[in-house]
């Protein structure tokens, strides 16, 4: 089984190349990162308007909260596509594309959409069209898939109905209407499904169960693997006696009444539930495809706007910076930091203390809970001088 991918977003300002330009920069991330630890395509990042510097911290903060919202929502979209497939990995892997592209195509080829979300509205606007696009498609997807759980919990209760032992199973294919006493203002007929195993105690008991049981009026209707089936009358003035009773026994009780036609209309009913099975399943597997789709474009120009506006709180006015994809896998991901980490590390000045190593390193908790919700602190707990953010899509 080949390893999970991992993605590093990483941005670096044009001054780490002697040049400033941004194909030279660039090549300093591709060298620094090295082809031993991952492959390093260009990422475009349009220009957005900025605003003010509270704006751009505020609007850090809601970006950091809205990736994490839009990594769920993937996640649960990929939930629902496991459950309508049955678990079916190679089935599941067929549904999530990007765009109608496989998500590295997409991700290396990744274009911002300016028809969807245009570029000249303000940081602000863009978030919170983002923001009511994954909530629509999370609400979407799970309104789809809790409308194909209950149809497939309606149709197999009535399949179990069909197909349970005669405790549970419909007594209209069953039970000959003959045997029933049926329009009499005294007697009544009751269904008594008895486990095997007590037979005889109810053939040897139930005439004195209550009081008024028709003597010798139990007639043996079916038997299955577990139970048998039993008619009895009794007068409707001591039914509910004798039903307690058959219930204290342990004895299930069967309410049956026959009804001209019901054997056709309740084959008609599952015949429904099954169409509306198929027809809901589809739905739901259109809306889950679609879904896994448009929330994984939805996180990817998320972390776009993460990027760049944390590419302008740290690297300041005029922007000039280069933004690469990293593609590697979790456990090159730890080394491609760390090559990075002693590559760039100066970026973050005096700011921070250093260990033996020049590795950036503090240990003031509040300040460890900020850099890590700014993406500024890889796994190992260390700090990094430089815009860093790292993701799966599964």
Request: aromatic letters at 8%; glycine letters at 6%.
């Amino acid at each position: 089984m080949s390893a999970p991918t991992r993605y590093l977003l990483v941005s670096l300002p044009t001054s780490i190349a002697p040049s400033n330009q941004a194909e030279e920069a660039l090549a300093a991330l591709r060298a620094a990162v090295t082809n031993d630890y991952g492959a390093v395509v260009p990422f475009n990042l349009p220009e957005f308007k900025i605003g003010t510097l509270d704006a751009l911290v505020h609007q850090a903060d809601e970006l950091a909260k809205l990736d994490a919202v839009c990594e769920g929502v993937v996640g649960k979209v990929n939930d629902s596509l496991r459950t309508i497939l049955d678990g079916d990995e190679a089935k599941i892997a067929q549904q999530k594309t990007v765009n109608d592209r496989p998500v590295d195509q997409y991700l290396r080829g990744f274009s911002w959409n300016k028809v969807k979300y245009r570029a000249d509205k303000s940081l602000a606007e863009l978030i919170d069209m983002l923001q009511k696009e994954v909530s629509s498609i999370d609400n979407d997807v799970k309104g789809k898939l809790n409308q194909y759980n209950q149809v497939k919990t309606n149709l197999a209760a009535l399949q179990r109905r069909q197909t349970g032992n005669l405790s549970t199973r419909s007594l209209t294919p069953i039970v000959d209407p003959s045997v029933l006493v049926q329009d009499s203002e005294y007697i009544e007929t009751h269904l008594v499904a008895v486990p095997n195993q007590s037979t005889k105690d109810f053939l040897r008991s139930y005439e004195t169960l209550s009081p008024m049981v028709v003597p010798r009026s139990c007639s043996r209707l079916a038997a299955d693997d577990e139970f048998t089936l039993y008619a009895v009358a009794t007068f409707k003035k001591h039914g509910p006696e004798f039903v307690h009773k058959c219930r204290e026994r342990k004895w299930t009780p069967r309410e049956y009444k026959h009804v001209e036609g019901d054997k056709e209309g309740e084959q008609r009913e599952v015949d429904r539930v099954n169409r509306d099975e198929r027809k809901v399943w589809g739905e739901a597997l259109r809306l889950g495809r679609t879904g896994w789709s448009e929330s994984v474009m939805a996180w990817i120009h998320v972390l776009t706007l993460r990027v760049f506006v944390e590419t302008v709180l740290r690297y300041g006015l005029p922007l000039s910076f280069v933004c690469g994809l990293v593609k590697t896998t979790p456990k090159l991901a730890k080394k491609a930091r760390y090559s990075l980490d002693a590559s760039y590390s100066y970026l973050g000045g005096n700011a921070f203390g250093r260990d033996k190593k020049g590795r950036i390193t503090k240990d003031d908790a509040s300040v460890s809970t900020e850099m890590a919700a700014a993406g500024h602190v890889g796994e190992n707990g260390e700090y990094s001088a430089y815009v860093c953010y790292e993701f799966e899509i599964n």
